[in-house]
């Protein structure tokens, strides 16, 4: 039992639970940028059996319900969280919220608000690894809304026919906004589609995470020896589609029912059941937890305001010069 | 929906004027349907199609999956085939996904078959800031629609204007484009379904003034409007023109304004370069060179993607401050 990775996973998963919670709290609190905030809770176990089946160096694009899928790849809390407060510390100076959290150094090619639009970004870095010989896998993460999107499709090809190490990854939780997956799909078998393009498949739809890492492992190591794998995640999830979403086209008995299947709660279980952790030291690593998302909160909130010129840097390379102000432009031409 | 027979509302939204429009519209045509994501069960992300699959049935009020290059590829074969739809996509950011099929077969295929076909269809969408959407839900893309001929293009800022521009829109054979904005669903106004003054293809002047023209369209009417109310307070006379549609564009209401105040500022949300704004000051150039008193001022947001953080997307699009502080300085 001693070598069990469970410990680490149930960690991992803990923590994204954890920082989800106090994005919903900046929200309360009036400190968010903006309400499109789409939160991972129920959904952990995906981020934390594929995220901790890469490696070091391997690299990934998300969905706009991405925090969960970073915390695993080791984002750091206080950044997250400052760049969903819209704030200068933020990972992307607060320019781009919560739906676009990027860090190249931890191989985050960026989260994407459009459905989709992150996918063949893996294809091209997969290109590139291959021909600089680095031995890295790339990952694109996205919904099952994503799954009915014409460019995964051209994108599994390309995967498939160059042999890149390209992993797609579907986090399906069962809902693209308030429509059901039954009402977006002729067959429900993703795996089908991705085989038929000549892809290794993976399917996990139950709670046990350590079993669901293994699996993965061996899908990420087969596209880092150049096969290239699709694996399926189901899920469910927990609360609306987004902070402000009430799910009204959802009965609460299904919510209720479904949220039984808690990828957390049943770790801890296992934890407790094979006597690798007790109910104390449990209770320590999530007092852990709180703390340090709380460090984070205050992180975020004490982080200061970016100040306008902000708005001008970024849009090209900094040897180049800066888009001038539509003031500045307005400036010259009153004063001719 | 509060009383689907009346015809005259002295408060609506311009949620309930578009939401109104359509139902009124799929009364008088059963040929129309609504196609988008999460426009039925949901009623759309922002309410626009709400109740209408319960009073139209899941026939008529479809549900689609994330797949915004065939929604629009669809509608236009249904459009060609006997229907009449009204195809929504929710940002119209996602115009992105779907340009092949808006720019090189809705708008061409008319043209490029000798006249032979048309597409009567809409094609509805909403953009905009002041949500910290962020770069990729937040823009005004107008502009990529006003380039492309074939395409009728409307953005109405008052709720009676976006039940008609709907309502006609509805009629005709020509793809129209429907540009709502994020910030106006909540917003009211009147609503006369019978007003004798309304006229497809016409801007409207909304206030009559001889100082100066302050030309716009969208959310960003109702900013001129608020300046305008505060320049009148020094003495400054405003005119306020809200185009309403940018194709057919009424080129004839902005040059017989600006030939009368001889001075005119072209507002928009869009960014600065190659905007809607650039097309109007061209025409008011030239066709009234000989009298402009001032140059004119295009006062857009900036030539940036758009950021998320709420201090700095308000003050990336123009301001009633600015736009007060621009007309006086045009004027002095
Ligand atoms: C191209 C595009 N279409 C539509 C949307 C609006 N939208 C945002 S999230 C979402 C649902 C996505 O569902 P899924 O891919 O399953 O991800 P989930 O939200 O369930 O995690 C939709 C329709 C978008 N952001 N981008
Ligand atoms: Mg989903």
Sequence with gaps: ?336 | MSDLKKNYFDKITYRDALRLAMHDAMLEDKKIIIMGEDIAKYGGAYGATKDLLNLFGNERVIDTPISESAIVGAALGAAMSGLRPIAELMYVDFFGMSMDQIANQLAKIRYMFGGQISAPMVLRAQGGTGRSGGAQHSQSLESWIMHTPGLYLTMPAKPNDAYHLLRHALKIDNPTIFIEHKLLYNTSGFLDKNDPNFLFGKANVLREGKDISIISYSRMTNFAENAADQLNKENISVEVIDLRTLNPLDRETIIKSVKKTKRALVISESYYTSSVPSEITSIIFENCFKILKKPVIRYTAEDTPVPVAPNLEKNYIPTIEKIVEYSKKLCN
């Design chain 1, 1 to 336: 039992m001693s070598n069990t990775l469970l410990p680490a996973l149930y960690n991992t998963m803990r923590r994204i639970r954890t920082f989800e919670e106090r994005v919903s709290e900046l929200f309360i609190k009036g400190e968010s940028a903006g309400t499109m905030l789409h939160l991972s809770i129920g959904e952990e176990l995906g981020p934390a059996c594929v995220g901790t089946a890469m490696k070091n160096n391997d690299t990934f694009t998300t969905h706009h319900r991405g925090h969960g899928i970073f915390i695993a790849r080791g984002g750091n809390p206080d950044k997250m969280l400052a760049e969903i407060a819209g704030k200068k510390d933020g990972y992307c100076k607060g320019k781009g919220g919560s739906m676009h959290i990027a860090d190249m150094k931890l191989g985050h090619l960026g989260a994407n608000a459009i459905v989709g639009g992150g996918i063949p970004t893996v294809v091209g870095a997969a290109m590139s690894y291959k021909y600089l010989k680095e031995e890295r896998v790339s990952v694109a993460f996205f919904g099952d809304g994503a799954m009915q999107q014409g460019i995964l499709y051209e994108s599994m090809n390309m995967a498939a026919l160059w042999k890149l190490p390209v992993v797609f990854c579907c986090i399906n939780n069962q809902y693209g906004m308030g429509t059901k997956i039954e009402d977006a799909v002729g067959i429900k078998d993703f795996s089908k589609r991705a085989k038929s393009f000549g892809l290794n498949t993976l399917h996990i739809n139950d709670l046990d995470v350590e079993d669901a890492y293994y699996k993965s492992k061996e899908i990420i190591e087969s596209a880092r020896k150049f096969q290239p794998g699709f694996i399926e995640v189901e899920c469910y999830r927990f609360f609306g589609h987004a902070r402000m979403d009430k799910s009204p086209y959802r009965k609460e008995s299904e919510e209720k029912e479904k949220r039984k299947l808690d990828p957390i709660s049943y770790a801890k279980s296992k934890l407790i059941k094979n006597n690798i952790l007790n109910e104390n030291e449990i209770d320590k690593i999530d007092n852990n937890i709180m703390n340090e998302m709380d460090n984070a909160m205050e992180f975020a909130l004490k982080s200061p305001l970016n100040d306008e010129k902000e708005i001008f840097k970024d849009v090209y390379s900094k040897n180049d010069p800066m888009p001038v102000s539509v003031h500045e432009k307005i400036k010259k031409i009153l004063s001719n």
